[in-house]
């Protein structure tokens, strides 16, 4: 399976090659002298970057071979499962494998308060937008050194953690992390900030100083969907079609694309009704009951789609604590409605009162 989990409450875990000496502090990747994508496209050509354009996937044929060797996921499913607590970070912090993310839009809110030793992750170096296309997978190369400046390395743990309620931008980082090898490698924190903070844990201002990490990414491709994957398993038995967007999106109520409603046969499990109202995911039993009135099919693989790909990432985490196998349709609904008739959309039909 691509995930694990442990059922019910327990879902989330309450309890128990080296880098270079060189220090770089916090990365400061918004210098005008740091250009990832820039850098990175100097170094591969475009057949190297990784994302959906008109359903067509682009990636190297080196990043294919890649693929079929050695795994990197190094650690067990049972010893670092999709969902940490806060007390499981409070007794963890000081592991030195262990990596925490303060992911956000801006600096400024990383410098006001922050989990003591987490690094600042800015949304858009692993996520970036294009003029054509938003919320795309970063270029391998350019991943690799934004995570090595954050002191990652290839047998770190991860943790992510979000601010102000932001859940679908943290779990799209954490799906970018899972694209790039960190399967079982890599948790996210339920609750976020708030929640670390109601449960007493510590905030500091300060920055920590990071020694750069040493990094061999890999692209897990089986866990991305294009439009033609897409189209060839509407009918699919094996496969569930989740709309994680609003419901109004769903029904056709409102656009947001170049056509209105859904892919045709979708379910909807809109990704705001997986966590409460404390932005801690709900139980286990919950989410599958969500799950199950939805429509899903027992045992099928979720393909998740919202806008852009960015929400649907909230149900693709629900997946991995319901041990659900998964894909992203990264284009989503802005790449699926900007398709001709051949990619069927359909508007949930109006009930007769």
């Known amino acids: 399976m691509q995930s694990h989990a442990q059922l019910s409450r327990s879902h989330i875990v309450t309890s128990g090659r080296s880098g270079s000496s060189h220090h770089t502090g916090i990365p400061h990747f918004t210098d005008v002298s740091f250009q990832p994508y820039a850098k990175a496209e100097h170094r591969i050509d475009n057949s190297q970057l990784v994302h959906v354009s008109g359903g067509i996937m682009r990636i190297s044929f080196l990043s294919a071979l890649l693929l079929i060797g050695p795994s990197i996921f190094g650690q067990s499913p049972a010893s670092f ?11 963890h912090l000081q592991d030195p494998d262990l990596v925490v993310l303060h992911v956000g839009f ?4 990383y410098l006001r308060e922050h989990v003591p030793g987490a690094r600042f992750m800015w949304f858009n170096w692993l996520c ?14 350019a991943a690799d050194s934004i995570l090595e400046q954050a002191g990652i390395s290839d047998n770190s743990r991860v943790v992510v953690y979000f601010t102000s309620g932001n859940v679908s931008t943290t779990t799209r ?28 844990g510590a905030i500091t201002k300060d920055v920590p100083t990071v020694a750069r990490g040493s ?4 692209s897990n491709t089986s866990i991305i969907a294009d439009a033609g994957y897409v189209l060839s398993h509407l009918s699919d038995p094996s496969v569930t079609i989740v709309d994680a967007r609003g419901k109004n999106f769903y029904d056709g109520g409102s656009a947001g694309s170049a056509r209105t409603g859904h892919i045709r046969g979708a379910i909807s499990i809109p990704f705001s009704t997986l966590v409460d109202s404390l932005n801690t995911f709900k139980s286990t039993t919950e989410l599958k009951s969500l799950f199950d009135r939805a429509g899903y099919k027992k045992g099928s693989t979720v393909v998740a789609y919202c806008h852009v790909g960015q929400q649907a990432t909230v149900v693709l985490e629900a997946c991995r604590l319901l041990n659900i196998d998964y894909k992203l349709y990264d284009g989503s609904f802005e790449d699926w409605g900007a398709l001709d008739d051949r990619y069927p959309a359909e508007i949930t039909p109006v009930k007769e009162k």
């Open 81 to 91: 499962p999709p969902l940490v607590s806060p007390e499981w970070l409070k007794q």
């Open 106 to 109: 801006g600096r400024k809110d």
């Open 128 to 141: 970036p937008s294009t003029p054509d296309e938003s919320t795309i997978m970063a270029p391998v190369a």
């Open 173 to 200: 980082i954490m799906f970018a992390l899972l694209f790039f090898g960190f399967e079982d490698r890599a948790a996210l924190l339920d609750g976020g900030l708030d929640g670390w903070k109601r449960a007493g």
């Open 215 to 218: 990094l061999t990414l890999h």
